[in-house]
């Protein structure tokens, strides 16, 4: 199947600093592409959705100018958490899809905010 | 609004037994649905994605079955192994309403298969 890396795989930073997350799809081109938090023994919360060239979408309750969201080509994406607090601490996860096909899932990121 | 249910919510078997978890889903406007895999502190692993006009899908020794009218599919692992421990999610593509070119996913179901 089709291959998205993420880096890095994890980072330790100090509240309120910023991070920034790059998603790649690596052998294809992605038409879309996601990121997901997901908080431990839980199933994956979707924070946005970004397509190459335009603004991201964001869900309900997620804060934009929080979470900025950069969709720079169609192979990579990039999710900066600005000033992290320790609540943002999280396993962050990206994915990539072509169309309504199969959706491809990156390894996820695990942040932690001192 | 799309759920997804998944049961159980966590099995445990021994080895070479033959298992199904179920997945159920209240919104049948989908365009397809995928069962994923998920190690600990891990992402997801794509195992099975099955269409909407599709009533099955085979891998090795797992098969996923989708009945779109009652909303349900399973996935059937044959011989289970301590290595398909993990945890199971369905995801449903949504066709329509507010989560439209959205997965919607199950809590998943955690897997372990004892030696």
């Known amino acids: 199947g089709a291959v998205v890396s993420q880096h890095p795989s994890w980072v330790i930073c100090k509240s309120g600093t910023s991070v920034k997350i790059e998603c790649r799809s690596l052998?294809?081109?992605?038409?879309?592409m996601f990121w997901y938090r997901q908080f431990p023994k839980q199933s994956l919360m979707l924070m946005a959705t970004?397509?190459?060239?335009?603004?991201?979408?964001?869900e309900q309750g997620v804060e934009k100018d929080k979470f900025l969201i950069n969709h720079a080509s169609l192979t990579l994406s990039t999710l900066t958490v600005t000033s992290a607090h320790p609540e943002d601490s999280s396993f962050y996860i990206c994915?990539?899809?072509?169309?309504?096909?199969?959706?491809?899932f990156g390894p996820g990121t695990r942040l932690t905010v001192t | 609004k799309q759920e997804v249910t998944q049961i159980p919510a966590a099995l445990s078997v021994p080895e070479g037994e033959n298992l199904v978890l179920n997945c159920s889903f209240t919104?049948?406007?989908?365009?397809?649905l995928q069962w994923f895999r998920q190690d600990p502190g891990k992402g997801l692993t794509s195992l099975l994605l099955?269409?909407?006009?599709?009533r099955e899908q085979t891998s090795g020794r797992l098969n996923a079955s989708l009945d779109k009218s009652s909303g349900r599919s399973t996935l059937y692992i044959a011989a289970s192994q301590p290595g398909d421990s993990a945890t199971y999610l369905c995801?449903?593509?949504?066709?329509?309403?507010?989560?439209?070119?959205?997965?919607?996913f199950g809590q998943g179901t955690i897997l372990t298969v004892h030696p």
């Open positions: 994915s990539a899809r072509v169309a309504k096909a199969e959706q491809y």
């Open positions: 052998d294809f081109q992605a038409t879309t």
């Open positions: 970004s397509n190459e060239g335009s603004k991201a979408t964001y």
């Open positions: 919104d049948s406007a989908i365009y397809n």
């Open positions: 099955i269409q909407s006009s599709q």
């Open positions: 995801a449903v593509l949504n066709a329509g309403g507010t989560s439209y070119g959205k997965l919607t």
